[in-house]
Structures are given as structure tokens and as C-alpha cells.
């Protein structure tokens, strides 16, 4: 079957903001949002749990979120338990042997599209990712910033599921500079990433990238958090997945 692998709209600002200082515990409130994560992450969901056991199981989550958020550093991508560990496959293996770490995926995964990413409209990307759309010089600016957003980081990422990259407005900008030196032919998604560059320029946002996400429960997810719904009516692309 292979992976699907699809890009979004993202509220960086926000998430450094008001996401990252929630999930590491020193403002908000995770509660509801565990609560609702939980009802869709629990097999058979929680009705069947007592008040006392969904407390106690929401705690435990809760507390797992922020205990793996905590160990990462500024810009929230590099996690200094595992990368403790020299060789890739080895860290691979410490994080897959870790069920914290598949809750802690699955939740991110979701508060980061509840709260500062839309589901749809996204870019389906297949396997090819965004350096194969376009021709690419490795001496430009494109090649060095989206080069990072192709690279999938496991610390989001359970058997190769969930988030795997993101860039902030800042390097979107520096995307967009550069966007007169792209060349890309017919059968390629270039023309419609183009779009959603313009867009993200012009908003001021950066862009998310997740493999395998659970679809069924993101798009459930309010939309037009990112942009206005009316910003996509000027915008007529055919390859952009809109809410079904």
C-alpha cells in the first residue's frame, strides 16, 4: 500500500505561543482536550470507565505529554533523551519499545490540528514529498529549508505514523524569495504548492507535514482556523484535497 504523506497550513506562532508552554505543563490546561483525545484513542472509548479511572487515565496521559515535552529543546524538533543515542536505528527502536511515546504521538497529532493546523485543505503528497515536484539546484535557499520539511522526525512519529515535519513562517518566507527560481514539470504538484506557498506568504503561516494520520479523527477537527474560508475561493487547484 505505502504511506500518504500530505502537506497543511500551520500556525507556528501560535504553536511556540501557546501550544508548546501548554504541553510542557507551564500554562493551560490539557484536561478537555486529553478528554476528547482519549474517546477516540481508547478501544471501546471511555463510557465504559468510571469517573475515578478516567481521571486517573487522563492524569497518567497528561503527565506522560508533558514528561516526553519537556525533553525537547527550543524549537520543540530535537528530543535530548533519544538523541542521546548515537546510531538512528537504535533510536528508532528506544522510542517504538516505548508506549508512552505511541500516546504521546497519537495526542500531538491531534491537539496540533485541534488548535494552530487545518486538516483541509491539504496537499496530498504521496511518497514523493516536496522535493520531487520540483527541478532543484542544491545551492538555493528551496533546497536546504524544504529539504528539513522531507525529512520525517520520529519524535512525532509511531511506526513511521504522525507528524513528521514543519516549517515556520520565517523559513516560508524564505521559500517564497526563492520561488522564481523553480521549475517543475506538468505531472508534478508544483503548481499547486505554489498556491498554498502564495497563501502561506501572504498569511504569514509555515507549513506541517504528517504520514499516515488518522484521518477519520482530523476531520472531524474545526477548520479555517489558519485562513478565512473565502482566501480558497480565489484559488483553483484541482490537487488540493478539500473536506468531503
Not at 496537499?123 to 520539511?149: A, C, H
Request: charge should be negative; hydrophobic fraction near 35%; proline fraction near 2%.
Amino acid at each position: 500500500m505505502g504511506y500518504w504523506c500530505t502537506l497543511h497550513l500551520f500556525d507556528d506562532k501560535k504553536f511556540y505561543k501557546e501550544i508548546v508552554p501548554t504541553l510542557k505543563g507551564e500554562t493551560g490546561d490539557l484536561t478537555a482536550d486529553c478528554q476528547e483525545f482519549l474517546k477516540s484513542h481508547v478501544t471501546g472509548s471511555t463510557l465504559h470507565l468510571s469517573k475515578q479511572e478516567l481521571e486517573k487515565l487522563v492524569n497518567e496521559t497528561i503527565g506522560n505529554i508533558v514528561s516526553i515535552s519537556n525533553s525537547f529543546d527550543k524549537t520543540f524538533k530535537i528530543n535530548s533523551e533519544h538523541q542521546k543515542i548515537g546510531d538512528y536505528n537504535d533510536q528508532i527502536d528506544f522510542l517504538n519499545n516505548l508506549d508512552i511515546h505511541y500516546h504521546f504521538c497519537k495526542f500531538f497529532e491531534f491537539y496540533i490540528f485541534k488548535t494552530c493546523a487545518d486538516f483541509f485543505p491539504h496537499l496530498p503528497l504521496g511518497k514523493g514529498g516536496i522535493m520531487r515536484q520540483f527541478e532543484l539546484s542544491q545551492e538555493t535557499f528551496f533546497f536546504s529549508i524544504v529539504g528539513d520539511l522531507d525529512d520525517w522526525n520520529p519524535s512525532f512519529q509511531y511506526a513511521g505514523m504522525g507528524i513528521a515535519n514543519w516549517l515556520t513562517h520565517e523559513d516560508v518566507q524564505y521559500l517564497y524569495l526563492d520561488k522564481e527560481n523553480l521549475t517543475h514539470d506538468d505531472d508534478s504538484l508544483g503548481e499547486e504548492f505554489l498556491s498554498l506557498l502564495e497563501i502561506a506568504h501572504s498569511n504569514e503561516i509555515g507549513f506541517i507535514t504528517g504520514v499516515d494520520m488518522r484521518e477519520n479523527i482530523l476531520e472531524l477537527l474545526p477548520n479555517n482556523k489558519i485562513v478565512k474560508p473565502e482566501t480558497w475561493k480565489l484559488e483553483n487547484s484541482s490537487e488540493l484535497i478539500w473536506k468531503r
